[in-house]
């Protein structure tokens, strides 16, 4: 089968498992096709029906591969005011702070979580090639968000655009690392970026791009992890 | 750059995003905020054993959501939260049976069980036509033991799963009981006699925390699935037991 084609089953097939499944009759365990269901840890879904969020692994192949599942949006508004009020803004990028990053009860926080339980691998991790990503609509732009974080290869159908949310938890990793290794620790991240004007300017300007190889963390990049 | 010129940016780029989706921004008011009622049902076992009638219940709350003609990624798609916890029956000597709020086959069980017990309708309006019908039935009813037949499914376990415990105290102690065999987990003399439902108004049972201390700590305890027994599922294990996804 065409490989596109069957992470497009994977991205579907997150919808038909665990709570508020489309399909009755589906395990959390087994397999679909030559596709095997990674077990879930105890509690490891702690959270995530509070959260809208769900997610599951399998290993296809010798290849890991996580699908996210996406959460339903209704279309309620009538201008982009409302639009920014919205389910699918409140679902998805909600929960971004510039002192804590993302919230870990937040969906973008929760899909770096399990990122990290199945992989055993932090998500700034780069280009160690733990998983494929995958996901349709919202769960093709967290997909593409921690496949962008991590350097991994995501395929995303419909996907949400995610670049921004990508750079923005960057830049806080990137401001935490910096902030530890030179010693700061009695300043908080968010009083360092208050007071450095202008720098971060470029990092949060708003994008159109979808591109996977959201690459430009350069502060992530030359500023090794804290011992 | 002062945070809230950040938050300014972050909208900018929310409504980049809302831009990408033009078509869907087309059908403006097209979805509509769902007013489906939330209820509340009372669960309740019945055990015979030795020493007479054994009884447990608990007050669950339903919310349901029905996604609009236009909702995004799946219309019309039903989705519920829930409040409540299991049904604990002290049978005696330490003994505890609790019915969980999922049942072998389905983690929703206990978001659904009401509606599965209400009259079907067909054509259009059958949804809310079941749902209707579901919320005017107030008298107690006793579960089936099975659902019936339905398409690809077969005949399915209308009982929510039951577990005890060899020690309240550690959870990997749990172990399944087969409702039809009471018997051979408890001993001689004890069997299940029913399980009711019935609509109510009284406020939503709470309290289980107290008996199972390890509820919502399961993942500082550094367990892993090997040391669950396999029948029992465990990627939202306290949630088996408690769930607050209504606030």
Known sequence: MNREVFFSLLALDSYNRGYGANVDGLWE??????????????????????????????????????????SNFEIVFDTI???????????????????????????AGLAIAFYEDVTKKSVFDFGNGAAT?????????????????????????????????????????????AVSALGLDHYTVAQVVEGIEGRFRDFVEPTRTTDIGAKSCPLLHSIPAPR | MSLSNLRLKRRSFVASAALTFGAALALSGCGGADDTPTYRYRLTLEVDTPEGLKTGSSVIEVETDVAGDYAIATPGRVSHELRGEAVTVDLGDGRVLFALLRSNSDSDWASRVMFMLAPAYAGEGAFQNRFDAMLRKRAEMALPRYFPRAGHLDARSAYPMLVTFGDL??????????????????????????????????????????????LGKIREMNLEREDFPSDIPVGDFSGMFKKETIR
Not at chain 2, 184 to 212: H, N
């Open chain 2, 169 to 214: 105290s550690d959870p990997t102690s749990v172990e399944q009981v087969d409702p039809d065999d009471l018997a051979a987990t408890f001993g001689e003399g004890v069997r299940l006699e029913r399980i009711t439902v019935q609509m109510t108004d009284d406020p939503v049972t709470t309290g289980i925390e107290e008996r199972l201390g390890w």
């Open chain 1, 81 to 107: 005011d409302a639009a920014l009020d919205s389910p699918l803004v409140k679902d998805i990028w909600n929960g971004w702070t510039v002192g804590a990053g993302f919230n870990q009860a937040s969906q």
């Open chain 1, 29 to 70: 365990t087994g397999r679909i096709g030559a596709a095997k269901i990674r077990p879930f840890r105890p509690d490891e879904q702690s959270g995530w029906q509070d959260a809208g969020f769900y997610a599951i692994a399998y290993e296809w192949n010798g290849e890991t591969v996580i699908s996210y599942r996406g």
């Open chain 1, 133 to 177: 990503l995958t996901g349709h609509s919202l769960g093709g732009g967290l997909a593409g968000f921690v496949g962008a974080l991590s350097y991994n290869n995501a395929v995303g159908f419909n996907h949400m655009p995610y670049g921004l949310a990508a750079k923005s938890q960057a830049l806080f990793e990137a401001t935490r690392r």
